[in-house]
């Protein structure tokens, strides 16, 4: 292993513990929701949970903390799969109180990164940059900075000399001479943790609020003749903040726009992917081709060489390697074996699992239905509760019928069957292996292998009837 460099300052000689508080316990009223507002999704994902993700590749998440509060179980169970800690903030009073209820929690940490939960595209690269400066150069309070085209609304960064900073002023406390500034608190900190803990008590609520502003963090270490630094974010857009829906929507594209971009790099064809909404979540193998206006939702996966067509929509479902999705398919939670063709207007409800090679028309319906390798339902179909063989072939218009008002059957269709049109199948039922059931059957009980069944009035000639009623009708004028 390679010695340590030597150390400029006993800061860099022992390692430094890090924690990441992410604050998360605002209402965010100007959202005007019943949500609270880290839950508002982009690029499909809540807010926090983008923030948390971003944090987990600088630190373990034993280190990283999210502080809630205002609907603190729903923003809990929203990010508790990640692993990361809660510290509770029972009561909003601001960004600098949030962290005075830390104190605790981040007691026997060396350095403290404060991210927002409501800056959801931040980078782990960013971050990682902020510390490593901040701790470089020894600093109390570090602030991620930039210039967005449109300041307003955002803390303004008063410089004192190069990259030392007096102090940070909210956008309504400016001086004329201030709003001149472009230059922007991002809502992102390193602290050193001794520097700010102990100074969080004289924190006031002299302000237009009547909060605790952590801002007021810099001005307070610099009368202390702390290091106070500003660095530049390298990309405005990571920093941007969501107050309002229209930021929502702005930084929602502004995703989408990333993942099309790396989904590209990657090999995938997207043709005009400023039409089509891709979740972040969502992975998408090479060489496949995404049409005009599709939608790929959730955790979805989309195999090597797959077509997806326009209109399409899918939702947490595993689409395999070189199926066919024509266009305007609905597609929930279900699984696609390779080699599959659906659509156009196929209509796939959860639990839908489609074998390879199997075909599923227009204007077909499944639900918890599973058609094995091979199989056909082409046109006009229900198939719900059905387990189907392979190369079986469900004639159009084929419906299981699968409730009975209270309750739901299963319809079994063995290998090699073949369904003749418009025939329903009452369930529970089961039609043995390479049976064959005749067009227009109404099936109520279970049909041996390899038998015929045929379920219809049978076929009445009454000789020459249309004419006679022609005639009678000619003879009443
Ligand atoms: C804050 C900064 C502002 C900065 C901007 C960047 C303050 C006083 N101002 O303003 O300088 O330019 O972020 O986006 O800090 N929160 C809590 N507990 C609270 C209050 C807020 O956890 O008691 C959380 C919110 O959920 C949110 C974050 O802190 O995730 C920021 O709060 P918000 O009210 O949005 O602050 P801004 O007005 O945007
Ligand atoms: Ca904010």
């Given at each position: 292993?390679?010695?340590?460099?030597?150390?400029?300052?006993?800061?860099?000689?022992?390692?430094?513990?890090?924690?990441?508080?992410?604050?998360?316990?605002?209402?965010?009223?100007?959202?005007?929701?019943?949500?609270?507002?880290?839950?508002?999704?982009?690029?499909?994902?809540?807010?926090?949970?983008?923030?948390v993700?971003?944090?987990?590749?600088?630190?373990?998440?034993?280190?990283?903390?999210?502080?809630?509060?205002?609907?603190?179980?729903?923003v809990?169970?929203?990010?508790?799969?990640?692993?990361?800690?809660?510290?509770?903030?029972?009561?909003?009073?601001?960004?600098?109180?949030?962290?005075?209820?830390?104190?605790?929690?981040?007691?026997?940490?060396?350095?403290?990164?404060?991210?927002s939960?409501?800056?959801?595209?931040?980078?782990?690269?960013?971050?990682?940059?902020?510390?490593?400066?901040?701790?470089s150069?020894?600093?109390?309070?570090?602030?991620?900075?930039?210039?967005?085209?449109?300041?307003?609304?955002?803390?303004?960064?008063?410089?004192?000399?190069?990259?030392?900073?007096a102090?940070?002023?909210?956008?309504?406390?400016?001086?004329?001479?201030?709003?001149?500034?472009?230059?922007?608190?991002?809502?992102?900190?390193?602290?050193?943790?001794?520097?700010?803990?102990?100074?969080?008590d004289?924190?006031?609520?002299?302000?237009?609020?009547?909060?605790?502003?952590?801002?007021?963090?810099?001005?307070?270490?610099?009368?202390?003749?702390?290091?106070?630094?500003?660095?530049?974010?390298?990309?405005?857009?990571?920093?941007?903040?969501?107050?309002?829906r229209a930021?929502?929507?702005?930084?929602?594209?502004?995703?989408?726009?990333r993942?099309?971009?790396?989904l590209?790099?990657?090999?995938?064809?997207?043709?005009?992917?400023?039409?089509?909404?891709?979740?972040?979540?969502v992975?998408?193998?090479?060489?496949?081709?995404?049409?005009?206006?599709?939608?790929?939702?959730?955790?979805?996966?989309?195999?090597?060489?797959?077509?997806?067509?326009?209109?399409?929509?899918?939702?947490?479902?595993?689409?395999?390697?070189?199926?066919?999705?024509r266009?305007?398919c609905i597609?929930?939670?279900?699984?696609?074996?390779?080699?599959?063709?659906?659509?156009?207007?196929?209509?796939?409800?959860?639990?839908?699992?489609?074998?390879?090679?199997?075909?599923?028309?227009?204007?077909?319906?499944t639900?918890?239905?599973?058609?094995?390798?091979?199989?056909?339902?082409?046109?006009?179909?229900?198939?719900?509760?059905?387990?189907?063989?392979?190369n079986?072939?469900?004639?159009?218009?084929?419906?299981?019928?699968?409730?009975?008002?209270?309750?739901?059957?299963?319809t079994?269709?063995?290998d090699?069957?073949?369904?003749?049109?418009?025939?329903?199948?009452?369930?529970p039922?089961r039609?043995?292996?390479?049976?064959?059931v005749?067009?227009?059957?109404?099936?109520?009980?279970?049909?041996p292998?390899?038998?015929?069944?045929?379920?219809?009035?049978?076929?009445?000639?009454?000789?020459?009837?249309?004419?006679?009623?022609?005639e009678?009708?000619?003879?009443?004028?």
């Open positions: 292993m390679a010695k340590p460099k030597a150390a400029r300052s006993s800061r860099a000689t022992a390692p430094r513990k890090v924690a990441i508080a992410i604050l998360a316990a605002g209402k965010g009223t100007r959202l005007r929701s019943k949500d609270p507002k880290v839950l508002h999704r982009i690029g499909g994902r809540p807010l926090l949970e983008h923030v993700l971003a944090a987990l590749n600088v630190a373990a998440a034993k280190d990283v903390f999210a502080i809630v509060g205002h609907e603190e179980e729903r809990r169970a929203a990010v508790q799969h990640t692993g990361v800690r809660f510290i509770s903030q029972p009561e909003q009073r601001g960004t600098g109180h949030a962290l005075i209820c830390s104190r605790e929690a981040l007691r026997g940490y060396d350095e403290v990164v404060v991210l939960g409501d800056v959801p595209l931040i980078k782990p690269e960013t971050i990682q940059r902020l510390l490593d400066f901040h701790t150069k020894g600093a109390s309070m570090t602030i991620l900075t930039t210039e967005p085209s449109d300041s307003t609304g955002y803390g303004r960064i008063v410089r004192k000399s190069g990259d030392n900073v102090a940070i002023v909210e956008q309504k406390a400016l001086n004329p001479k201030q709003q001149k500034i472009k230059e922007i608190n991002s809502g992102i900190y390193a602290f050193s943790a001794a520097d700010l803990f102990s100074r969080l004289r924190l006031t609520t002299d302000n237009a609020h009547r909060e605790f502003y952590l801002t007021d963090m810099a001005s307070l270490l610099t009368k202390d003749k702390k290091k106070v630094l500003a660095l530049r974010a390298a990309d405005a857009h990571e920093v941007l903040g969501v107050n309002t930021e929502l929507a702005q930084l929602d594209a502004e995703v989408r726009r993942k099309a971009s790396e590209m790099s990657e090999g995938t064809t997207i043709f005009y992917p400023e039409t089509c909404v891709i979740d972040s979540g992975s998408v193998g090479p060489d496949a081709i995404i049409e005009p206006f599709v939608q790929l939702l959730g955790n979805s996966t989309i195999g090597e060489n797959t077509r997806v067509a326009s209109y399409s929509v899918i939702t947490d479902s595993d689409i395999g390697a070189n199926v066919t999705i266009p305007g597609i929930t939670e279900s699984a696609i074996a390779s080699g599959a063709v659906l659509g156009p207007y196929a209509h796939l409800r959860p639990g839908s699992e489609i074998g390879e090679n199997a075909h599923i028309g227009n204007f077909v319906e639900k918890k239905t599973k058609l094995g390798k091979g199989s056909k339902a082409n046109h006009l179909t229900y198939l719900g509760d059905a387990v189907i063989g392979e079986v072939n469900v004639g159009a218009g084929t419906i299981t019928c699968n409730y009975d008002g209270v309750n739901k059957h299963r079994i269709i063995e090699g069957v073949f369904v003749g049109s418009d025939s329903t199948l009452v369930a039922v039609i043995g292996k390479g049976a064959y005749g067009a227009a059957s109404t099936v109520t009980e279970d049909v292998s390899d038998a015929l069944v045929i379920g219809r009035a049978r076929q009445e000639i009454k000789e020459g009837w249309a004419k006679s009623r022609r009678k009708r000619g003879a009443s004028k």
